[in-house]
């Protein structure tokens, strides 16, 4: 958020928050419009597509009545999107929002197809035109909910203002956060430290201004301000007592942040012990039955694509022999779940001395070497050969590893598969990879990919361990698509 912090005193700070809320309008309200706007629009464009797919393969004319019989999904939709949730899904991640889209909008569609048929009018509706519409629109919404947040941020008419209270380590954090993930629709506008610290230079926050409010006098002036993020870690227990327990501030909505970074994050279900709050953790990969749904959709999605990708395969295969000299797969040993050792298939992107070439380079650039050490890649590698260079490009060069998914090696999504000297990198993080089969895509490569540091990756990789869901998984194989397709991140 290119926007400054606001420098609010106690006694006047009433008057300027409700200076800035006025000035946005009802930010909250817009917020639910806007994606309210962007779910008609996926509704209207896949009935439209799929009236389109029906004329294709009929050769008939164009039919209008047949979108009149979509409206009811678009209605009754939009309603159950509010009913869970989805509007205006402030701070919703983008896992559980596509969770909650796809899981509505299929629950929608049968129940209108149930009712259907109990009012024995089922033959009025064409049932393409209704399949067609519900696929289609599984996938445009999350798609245009996405663009939408992001003109609206570059507009600067999204994101609603709430007041951060504790602003040590935790609170810090949170700020860079949400001004690095403004599409969240969390947007800090004023600060409250209740320690009293007065020293808040953050190099890495683009904020040119940064103050507390006090609570000197109460924090009552802060009641313009409907949301609070509370950094549990950062606020002394009195102060936490007086604005949860005894409802100071006035705040219509208080959002707790814990700092319990080492457990999920994901279906995390509250539970009330005579006033006391019990949080229930759910460890997925301990549940048999999903894991083994995610090995049945390991076979299928692998078969799918290994017939899809053949002839491409077949093409690579040719092209890296005249390319240059040397095997067109290439194999190596990496370490696998429960520490075992793995070979791993790619096709060869490399040149056959590529261990020497990287030595030589390495010791004649200190400048690669430094990039070496921290990111254990070079943009700039010596060792790719023509043909290396484009399959990288595309990751096309790690489709024989469809092979190690069937063997059952490798998962689709996982962790990428380190290399044996890169154990002591993971330090602390190592028994959460080996937790898990290694992937062929994973959420490092749909946040940044090589874009980002080694230990960020290892960061990442210890995320999605603890937050795996079948849900996540879906997501990042939507997001690896368009990751492939963008090039984000690929040298």
Do not use: C
């Given at each position: 958020m290119k926007e400054d912090i606001k420098v609010l005193g106690v006694k006047d700070a009433r008057g300027k928050l409700f200076g800035i809320i006025s000035r946005r309008g009802n930010i909250r309200l817009r917020m639910v419009f806007l994606l309210m706007g962007a779910d008609i629009f996926s509704f209207l464009l896949a009935g439209f597509f799929a009236i389109g797919v029906r004329v294709f393969i009929f050769s008939e004319p164009l039919r209008f009545d047949l979108f009149v019989q979509?409206?009811?999904?678009?209605?009754?939709?939009?309603?159950?999107?509010?009913?869970?949730?989805?509007?205006?899904?402030?701070g919703m991640s983008a896992v559980e929002e596509l969770k909650k889209l796809v899981s509505t909008t299929t629950f929608v569609v049968l129940a209108l197809t149930a009712v259907s048929f109990w009012v024995r009018n089922a033959n009025s509706f064409s049932r393409l035109t209704l399949t067609l519409t519900w696929l289609s629109s599984i996938v445009l919404l999350p798609v245009n909910r996405d663009l939408l947040r992001a003109i609206a941020v570059s507009l600067k008419v999204w994101g609603e203002p709430v007041a951060i209270i504790g602003f040590e380590k935790q609170g810090k954090w949170a700020l860079e956060f949400f001004q690095k993930n403004p599409k969240l629709g969390i947007n800090p506008v004023v600060i409250l430290d209740p320690s009293g610290h007065?020293?808040?230079?953050?190099?890495?926050?683009?904020?040119?201004?940064?103050?507390?409010?006090?609570?000197?006098?109460?924090?009552?002036?802060?009641?313009?301000?409907?949301?609070?993020?509370?950094?549990?870690?950062?606020?002394?227990?009195?102060?936490?007592?007086?604005?949860?327990?005894?409802?100071?501030?006035?705040?219509?909505?208080?959002?707790?942040?814990?700092?319990?970074?080492?457990?999920?994050?994901?279906?995390?279900v509250s539970f009330d012990f005579g006033g006391v709050l019990g949080l229930e953790v759910r460890h997925n990969l301990l549940d048999m039955r999903q894991r083994a749904i995610k090995r049945v959709m390991d076979i299928m999605l692998?078969?799918?694509?290994?017939?899809?990708?053949?002839?491409?395969?077949?093409?690579?295969?040719?092209?890296?022999?005249?390319?240059?000299?040397?095997?067109?797969?290439?194999?190596?040993?990496?370490?696998?779940?429960?520490?075992?050792?793995?070979?791993?298939?790619k096709f060869r992107s490399m040149k056959l001395?590529?261990?020497?070439?990287?030595?030589?380079?390495?010791?004649?650039?200190?400048?690669?070497?430094?990039?070496?050490e921290q990111n254990q890649k070079l943009y700039d590698d010596p060792r790719i050969t023509r043909a290396g260079k484009w399959i990288r490009r595309?990751?096309?060069?790690?489709?024989?590893?469809?092979?190690?998914?069937?063997?059952?090696?490798?998962?689709?999504?996982?962790?990428?598969?380190?290399?044996?000297?890169?154990?002591?990198?993971?330090?602390?993080?190592?028994?959460?990879?080996?937790?898990?089969?290694?992937?062929?895509?994973?959420?490092?490569?749909?946040?940044?990919?090589?874009?980002?540091?080694?230990?960020?990756?290892?960061?990442?990789?210890?995320?999605?361990?603890?937050?795996?869901?079948?849900?996540?998984?879906?997501?990042?194989?939507?997001r690896t698509v368009w990751v492939v397709l963008s090039r984000d991140g690929a040298y």
């Open positions: 979509t409206l009811p999904i678009l209605t009754v939709s939009l309603f159950f999107y509010g009913l869970t949730g989805l509007y205006p899904a402030v007065q020293s808040y230079s953050h190099s890495q926050v683009r904020v040119s201004k940064i103050n507390a409010l006090y609570p000197k006098e109460g924090v009552g002036s802060l009641t313009d301000v409907k949301t609070a993020l509370i950094m549990i870690s950062d606020v002394p227990e009195k102060f936490m007592t007086m604005i949860s327990s005894n409802q100071k501030g006035g705040w219509e909505r208080l959002i707790l942040l814990p700092n319990l970074e080492q457990i999920s994050s994901f279906g995390v692998s078969i799918a694509l290994g017939i899809i990708f053949l002839p491409i395969g077949l093409l690579i295969a040719l092209w890296i022999r005249l390319d240059s000299p040397g095997p067109i797969l290439y194999s190596q040993e990496r370490l696998g779940k429960d520490g075992r050792k793995i070979t791993i298939y001395n590529a261990d020497k070439v990287l030595a030589e380079y390495l010791s004649n650039n200190p400048v690669a070497n430094k990039e070496w595309l990751s096309l060069d790690e489709l024989p590893q469809l092979f190690n998914i069937l063997k059952g090696d490798m998962s689709l999504v996982g962790p990428r598969p380190i290399m044996l000297d890169q154990e002591a990198l993971y330090g602390d993080h190592i028994e959460v990879y080996t937790n898990v089969r290694p992937g062929l895509s994973g959420f490092w490569q749909v946040s940044g990919r090589n874009q980002t540091s080694f230990r960020q990756r290892v960061d990442y990789d210890a995320y999605y361990v603890r937050n795996w869901s079948i849900w996540l998984d879906i997501y990042i194989i939507v």
